[in-house]
């Protein structure tokens, strides 16, 4: 009978060897650049400094048995890219991989992407002087009008799935009632983000999430040296470090300096909306028609993922998959106007008048600057 068991146990882990030796022996990477990026958004190169990069983070085995890295890899990128969770990335004739086995790729390759060492590397705000000085010279160089530009930034929502009783539901359904997050991406001219911050439920502000962070804290340091600027729509308070455009009770006249700057200050902060509207449109499993069916932990760790995954394409240059031509002609955006609801320049997040008052020089420093630089 032993006999008998351990003969059928060869048997049976034969068969699982073979199964795995032919799922293993068509090789993914073997296509053209087109199809891969088609399927995954990254070349074929960068993939495998992808690889390169997690590898020391993933729990390595040597079994015979154990699905490699670079099949755990494509599965998620596949799954990022088509937004269309886990049966279409189970039956892919490149990963074939048992639907039930994604999930498990997901948390592990996700949870690499997270590690703080891999974040750190590919997410870069300007950490010093020297550092932010060249970022507002790049803004510059690629066609920035307003002086002393680091960044721009904006909100976005991701819809989730709605969350539990202990995730306080009501925190997570913000003004457009579906469940979602609140992500505050900071990017610069090249659409490469330089900060995230992936942790907020749908109903809180944008202006709340910026006064509670690090970003923050960081362009106060950098203004006790020197002035330079993010720009953010009226969902900001005007600060000495954030510019933001005349609105509301200022609301410029026609043909004013004001009115100018609104116009400059819109051609400029286009950019975060552009570089959020690629990253949904290239990585679906966030766009605004998918709803990631993970609770708001899981979401979270999903959304800085992809935004690690995007900054490889942006340093790469890989260029911008299109699945949605429609999409792609629509994503140079070129209204600064949020919604009624949103929060507008005089709510108060700790926001003291001296500040208030100093950013409302700062910014008239700005129209004068550029009507003095004006052909």
């Known amino acids: 009978m032993e006999e008998h068991d351990a003969e059928r146990r060869r048997q049976i882990n034969g ?5 795995r030796r032919i799922r293993d022996f068509g090789d993914p990477f073997d296509v053209t650049h087109e199809a891969f990026v088609g399927s995954y958004r990254l070349s074929q190169d960068l993939v495998r400094s992808l690889l390169d990069l997690i590898r020391p983070h993933v729990r390595q085995t040597t079994s015979p048995l154990a699905v490699s890295l670079e099949i755990k890899v494509l599965c998620v990128l596949q799954f990022f890219a088509t937004g269309c969770y886990q049966k279409p990335t189970g039956k892919s004739m490149d990963a074939a991989v048992a639907q039930s086995t994604v999930s498990g790729y997901l948390s592990e390759i996700t949870t690499a992407l997270n590690n703080p060492l891999v974040v750190a590397r590919i997410i870069q705000f300007p950490r010093n002087l020297q550092q932010m000085r060249a970022c507002v010279a790049r803004n510059r160089h690629l066609g920035g009008r307003l002086p002393n530009v680091v960044s721009y930034t904006d909100g976005t929502l991701i819809k989730i799935m709605k969350p539990t009783l202990d995730d306080n539901i ?58 330079c600027f993010l720009l953010g729509d009226s969902g900001f308070a005007q600060e000495p470090w954030m510019l933001t455009p005349f609105d509301g009770d200022d609301e410029p006249q026609p043909d004013t300096p004001e009115m100018r700057y609104n116009k400059d200050f819109c051609q400029e902060r286009c950019t975060v909306e552009r570089c959020i509207g690629v990253m949904k449109e290239r990585y679906r499993a966030i766009n605004d028609e998918r709803v990631l069916h993970y609770r708001p932990h899981k979401a979270c760790q999903i959304i800085v993922a992809i935004a690690v995954l995007h900054n490889l394409c942006i340093l790469a240059q890989v260029p911008y998959y299109r699945e949605n031509e429609d999409m792609a002609r629509n994503l140079n955006f070129n209204d600064w106007r949020e919604d009624a609801e949103d929060i507008g320049p005089n709510e108060d997040y700790g926001n003291e008048d001296h500040i208030l008052i100093a950013g409302l020089n700062v910014r008239r420093q700005v129209v004068d600057y550029l009507e003095e630089t004006r052909n």
């Open 170 to 227: 009501l925190a997570y359904i913000g003004r457009k009632s579906y469940a979602s997050l609140n992500v505050l991406v900071t990017c610069d001219k090249r659409l490469y983000i330089t900060n995230i911050i992936a942790r907020f439920p749908g109903a809180t502000n944008d202006s709340f999430i910026f006064a509670n962070s690090a970003l923050k804290r960081k362009m106060i340091e950098f203004n006790e040296d020197e002035p």
């Open 15 to 19: 068969l699982i060897l073979r199964r």
